[in-house]
Structure formats: structure tokens, C-alpha cells
């Protein structure tokens, strides 16, 4: 966390008029609006069973596969390959 931004920043916003800072509002209200899930749902890992969080895994994993994607080799991904003399 960068504390001397976020301290340069609060000085400046207690610096700005009432209508400064209504307009800072208006700009960063959104972005705060997509972080904070704050429309009363709460999110799929919380209320998601086991079993569903596992067949959301595989889905999501699934997905990824394609002809598109290389593969490492067995040897590419062996811990010698990995780690060579120090392994």
C-alpha cells in the first residue's frame, strides 16, 4: 500500500470546494461501484455448495483448453527441468 500517495491524496480532497468534490464523486463513484458488491447478492463462493464449486471449477478449467494453447512437454515440466543442479 502506497501510505504518502494516499495521504497526498486526502490532503488534496479536504483542500477542494463542495462542488470540487461533488465532482470527484461523480468520477469515482462508478469505479467503486464495480469492486463493491453492494447490490444485496452475495457472491457465488459464499452461497455455492462443494459440489458446485467443484463443477465451476472444472467448467472454468475446461474452458481454457483449446488447439490454441501449447502444452509443455513431460520433460518441460519435470523437476529437473525445473529446478536443474539445485533440484
Not at 19 to 36: H, Y
Amino acid at each position: 500500500m502506497n501510505v504518502k500517495l494516499v495521504e497526498s491524496l486526502a490532503e488534496i480532497v479536504h483542500s477542494l470546494t463542495q462542488e470540487e468534490k461533488s465532482l470527484l464523486a461523480q468520477k469515482v463513484k462508478p469505479d467503486l461501484e464495480e469492486t463493491s458488491p453492494d447490490n444485496g447478492e452475495r457472491p457465488f463462493y459464499e452461497t455455492a455448495s462443494p459440489e458446485e464449486r467443484a463443477q465451476a471449477f472444472l467448467e472454468w478449467a475446461e474452458s481454457h483448453r483449446g488447439k490454441n494453447h501449447p502444452s509443455l512437454s513431460d520433460e518441460a515440466m519435470s523437476r529437473e527441468s525445473i529446478y536443474g543442479e539445485r533440484g
